[in-house]
């Protein structure tokens, strides 16, 4: 069974920076797509980024193109947001989500995943 656990949350300054981590157990992420998500206080759960396997694929929304990273570290089995000139409509709580993928590139920022991390918190203060 894969487990995912979300850390590198906090409180930031608008214009500061975070870095959020999707560790993963059980089971080595190659062919897996990630996902990372958010939800905020009243609001539906959006998608932000994906990953596809063997990073053939990154996808970002709209709202974070420009400003976010994703990324990979196949040796520490981990998946990182990068998340750069936070603004405070970024403060919400962040899931990182897997679904298996095989060889093919499929990403995806709708809710088809099927194993989810916990959430971290990422508050920014204006």
């Known amino acids: 069974q894969l487990q995912l656990v979300e850390s590198g949350g906090g409180l930031v300054q608008s214009g500061g920076s975070l870095r959020l981590s999707c560790a993963a157990s059980g089971r080595t992420l190659d062919g897996y797509a990630i996902g990372w998500f958010r939800q905020a206080p009243g609001k539906e759960r959006e998608g932000v980024s994906c990953?596809?396997?063997?990073?053939?694929?990154?996808y970002y929304s709209d709202s974070v193109k420009g400003r976010f990273t994703i990324s990979r570290d196949n040796a520490k089995n981990t998946v990182y947001l990068q998340m750069n000139s936070l603004k405070p409509e970024d403060t919400a709580v962040y899931y990182c989500a897997a679904m298996w993928v095989g060889t093919t590139w499929h990403c995806s920022t709708q809710d088809e995943y099927d194993y989810w991390g916990q959430g971290t918190q990422v508050t920014v203060s204006s």
């Open positions: 990953l596809s396997n063997s990073d053939g694929v990154r």
